[in-house]
């Protein structure tokens, strides 16, 4: 289970609307604009503008309207006319609209994956109704929730670790109660009994005991099975929200997604900051651990690379763009992957980051390294060009257990290093520069930030949405 934990909730005024209980099946959603809610109103109105396309290889385009939607594809409106693209071959949809803040105190932590900013207005007997961004009421199974955190972190920094904690660890059978204090702390191991808008019944053993929801920290439910993701996107609202979802069907203005919730929302366009696609085809660096890291200076000191964020620990930007993902380095750097060998090709977008430009000069390297074949040996044969050596694709040489980006107990024999790709030199007077490189067979894999003619001065350097491709004819969805 991979779910994301940000805490830092921003402090809002709530409405609660009783604490009625409810059944699931008599509650009837509301999923009228939130801009009418209490936490919206005299917000100004967002400005529409063109948001970015990116895609999953090296396409990337602006659009100025979502024109429709289905499971399969999308449909956007460019300054050339209609464009159709398929949900898998896109990487992310990033929209510029304006942030809200929170929609509540509380941070509804998903499982699989998501958290909701809301608060409490009802309740069920198998979960709560939620007033959130994209719904003034929500139905949230307890099924489908991972934690409750009740609160804002500010001043309770004891019980926030131990709710992460319970949270990252989740107990077979068992749900975890957190106090709120900012000196004693405790845990309590047992059974949620029920939970309403101000109080809940916890058992520990055969003893069932009552809490006051404004003195509990959180909640952390036992953990169940888990079950492989079928959505297609991550939707990330402009609150900080965001859940596994499957587009069904667009509009223009709103889109109505099948969500990891079990239920069908539409949500105006305006409320969505991101889609991120789902893809089975790629695998981001960044998610892997280096096997190998070298860094070295001349005129300053050596910087270890930052996983999604520039050399400072800054969000990665170039010529005015946020990348939310990628490798920020400093010359001169190594980093080495250990990877399948079944991957088609590596793709980026790399370039100087914007915190020094207009310095910087470097050179961009990739070296890869392929599994020598017990009947063919390169070094012996006198193997071509690197274009040559590509076409004979080898069959991954490790088995589906192993973890990629860590090294294997035993590691095949392999060829001599050869370079992929050198990008020349690379300034900060240049614009980024969106590279794919043939990685097919390579399961050892380098990427290299050298020196370029200023020595290391202002060398801040990025591997931006750095990522392994597998070929689209390999890959079928669950």
Known sequence: MHVTYLFNVGSCLGLFLGATAARADDVKLDFSDPRGSPMCRGLPEPEKKDFHVEGLELSSFQAKRLISADSEGVVFETTEGQREVRWDELSRIVFSWWERPPAGPMTFALHPQGRIFGEIVDSFEEGVIVYSLFAERSVLPFAQLAGIC????????????????????????KDVLITRSTTDVRTMRGRLDSLSV??????????????????????????????????????????????????????????????????????????????????????????????????????????????GCNVAGEPIRMLQKEYARGIGVHSRSELTFEVDGGYESFAATIGIDDSVRPRGNVVFRIVGQRAVSKTSNPRKSGAGSVTEEVGNRLPALFPEEK??????????????????????????????????????????LTLVVDYGDELDWSDRANWANARLLRPASTVTRP
């Open 403 to 444: 973890e990629e980006g860590k090294p294997s107990v035993e590691s095949p024999e392999l060829d001599a290093p050869k370079v992929l790709f050198d990008s020349g030199a690379v300034t900060g007077l240049d614009s980024p520069r969106d590279i794919s490189v043939p990685v097919v067979g390579v399961v050892r």
């Open 150 to 173: 009740f609160t804002d972190i500010k001043g309770f920094a004891k019980s926030n670790e131990l709710f992460r904690k319970a949270l990252e660890e989740r107990l077979v059978g």
């Open 198 to 307: 101000y109080e809940g019944v916890f058992s520990l053993g055969d003893k069932a005991r009552s809490f006051d929801v404004d003195k509990a920290y959180g909640i952390v439910f036992a953990s169940g099975l888990e079950n492989a993701s079928k959505h297609r996107l991550i939707c990330r609202l402009n609150d900080g929200s965001f859940f596994q979802a499957t587009p069904v069907r667009a509009n223009g203005d709103s889109v109505t997604l099948s969500t990891s919730l079990g239920s069908e929302f539409t949500l105006p366009v305006s409320t969505i900051a991101v889609l991120d696609i789902i893809s089975a085809r790629v695998k981001y660096l960044g998610d892997l651990k280096p096997i190998a890291e070298s860094t070295e200076g001349i005129l300053q000191t050596p910087w270890s690379a930052c996983f």
